[in-house]
């Protein structure tokens, strides 16, 4: 048996198990084909790319992945701890300048002299596998010719799905006679608070979020502009595949005229200060990096063509001089059937000397990839040195994620971090927000013990 690990793919997931493994004292090699090639959605040549939206979700515990974060800070993960030193503004929610988040990963990496990073694109699994321990972790962005070597080890058909990326825009270029500085619910709490109390608050939380307030008929108008908008043309096979939790702006707004009132676009928490009265629908800018240069529009995956996503989202009332730095892309991702081959440690059933991590495995966001890599790390040094694999308990967010990608689903589809994958409390608890802080609080136990 090789005296290293074999990490394929340098994303968060296989970042995270690389750090991992080196941290017990085991040498990696950490295969990464950029710069020497890219993907269609990647263009950065550092490792732990953030291609869509720079946020991490919520922070706090008592939300599944707020609690999942916790866990992972309290295991050592390198990842969250980058996220927690990069991060900008965004009221709950743990948010990162992508940039310096990469760049401070990438770094770490190569500063371990355990870990040797190989610039070059892997096609082949069996040799590296036949006497040495790997790690599969290339993301939902596999190639076509390890994808090909994939079904060949695994025996199955691959399942697919695609995702979408929100545009990104320059803050010089939004309009602040129509724009306000704001987090959601923040003016309610405003009457229980003090007026210094209240400023000091809004001073300190402005950059988070930039709100674009629109009145019944501005509304109305750019639904009607963006579901007849042109989008870029998916094969036929192509059309039933898109991720519920990362819907295509365009393909939510023809469910109905108020769906996106009732999603992304709500007003719930918001008044327009120009009339000091609740509009009639909000679209919310997130900062995208550390100086607030940059803006992520909030919950706008979409596949339109460039063009199209210039003229029509030029009608949202602030942003008709918007500088697009980058348009919204839709993708392919790729992932296995894991509970058929994978258990609850992310090992290949069928050849232990294979670990599988990230959104190949069925984890659906960053937090539940790094996740994924943290115990595929772990486990493939317990496999190295002949101990037994440590597997993490279902009351832990960590471990549900593991058991949900793991157990037999004839409906599997990608999962993100929910408090519906962990078993119930002995007791009812009616109120959600206490029911939850409890779940995470005996996770935490769980993980302490």
């Not at 979020?209 to 579901?227: D, G, Q």
């Not at 050849?351 to 190949?360: E, L, R, T, V």
Request: charged fraction near 25%; charge should be neutral.
């Amino acid at each position: 048996m090789k005296d290293y690990i074999t990490v394929i793919g340098g994303g968060l997931a296989g970042s995270e198990a690389a750090y991992q493994i080196a941290k017990r004292g085991i040498k990696v090699k950490l295969y990464e084909m950029k710069p020497i090639k890219f993907s269609l959605a990647h263009s950065n040549k550092n490792l732990a790319e953030i291609v869509c939206s720079n946020s991490f979700k919520s922070n706090l515990h008592t939300n599944a992945c707020g609690l999942l974060k916790e866990e992972l800070r309290l295991l050592d993960s390198l990842l969250i701890k980058i996220a927690d030193e990069t991060k900008v503004p965004a009221g709950q929610a743990l948010a990162v300048d992508r940039d310096a988040f990469s760049e401070r990963v990438t770094k770490k990496i190569k500063q371990n002299s355990l870990i040797e990073v190989c610039n070059e694109e892997i096609t082949s699994i069996e040799d590296l596998a036949k006497d040495g321990i790997v790690i599969i972790a290339t993301g939902p962005l596999t190639t076509e010719t390890l994808s090909k070597n994939i079904l060949k080890i695994t025996g199955q058909d691959k399942l697919h799905f695609y995702d979408a990326a929100a545009p990104i825009i320059s803050k010089d270029s939004i309009d602040f006679n129509i724009a306000f500085y704001g987090n959601r619910y923040e003016q309610e709490k405003k009457k229980d608070e003090s007026t210094d109390k209240w400023h000091q608050r809004l001073l300190e939380q402005e950059h988070s979020y930039i709100n674009l307030p629109m009145n019944k008929e501005e509304y109305e108008n750019f639904v009607s502009e963006l579901v007849n908008a042109e989008v870029v043309e998916l094969h036929e096979f192509e059309k039933q595949e898109i991720f519920e939790g990362c819907m295509p702006i365009e393909i939510m707004a023809k469910r109905g005229i108020d769906t996106l009132r009732f999603g992304p676009l709500k007003p719930v928490g918001f008044d327009d200060p120009r009339f000091e009265k609740r509009p009639y629908a909000v679209v919310q800018l997130r900062q995208d990096d550390s100086i607030a240069s940059l803006y992520n529009i909030v919950g706008f995956q979409t596949n339109l063509k460039f063009g199209e996503q210039k003229r029509v989202f030029s009608m949202i009332p602030g942003l008709q001089n918007a500088e697009f730095v980058k348009y919204g892309v839709m993708h392919r991702n790729t992932y296995i059937n894991s509970p058929v081959l994978l258990d609850n440690t992310y090992n290949l059933k069928s050849n232990n000397n294979i670990f599988f991590a990230g959104q190949i495995t069925g984890v659906e966001g960053y937090v539940e990839s790094i996740s994924s890599g943290l115990i595929a790390g772990i486990n493939a040094v317990q496999m190295l040195k002949g101990k037994e694999k440590i597997m993490f308990d279902e009351k832990t967010m960590l471990g549900a994620l593991a058991k949900y990608i793991s157990t037999p689903n004839s409906k599997f589809q990608p999962m993100n971090a929910n408090f519906g994958i962990v078993p119930e409390l002995d007791q009812k608890v009616k109120d959600k927000r206490l029911k939850y802080g409890i779940l995470a609080d005996r996770a935490l136990k769980s993980l302490n013990m």
